[in-house]
């Protein structure tokens, strides 16, 4: 095992750990968007409705998000 092999996979380390952080803030995001929007429907006394357009709006809004994300690593 030369020098180039031993940087090679240290240099991967990294990859798990981010994809495990990424997952628990995602959970945590979405678990907390559930709870307001529970909250909000029980405010209202009502289910939580969103038509399709309001879906489609935030699908979006994720995309751009996601998109913003992707391009931190570019400067």
């Known amino acids: 095992m030369n020098a180039s092999d031993i940087e090679t996979r240290t240099g ?3 990859k798990p750990k981010l ?3 990424g997952a628990v803030v995602g959970a945590l995001v979405g678990v907390g968007a559930a ?3 529970a909250q909000q429907a029980e405010l209202e006394g ?3 409705d969103i038509s ?3 879906g489609v709006k935030l699908g979006i809004a994720v ?3 996601l998109r913003q994300v992707a391009s931190l690593g570019e400067k």
Do not use: A
């Open 63 to 65: 995309l751009g998000l």
């Open 19 to 21: 994809f495990v952080i």
């Open 35 to 37: 709870y307001l929007l």
């Open 46 to 48: 009502s289910k939580p």
């Open 52 to 54: 399709g357009s309001e």
């Open 12 to 14: 991967e380390d990294w």
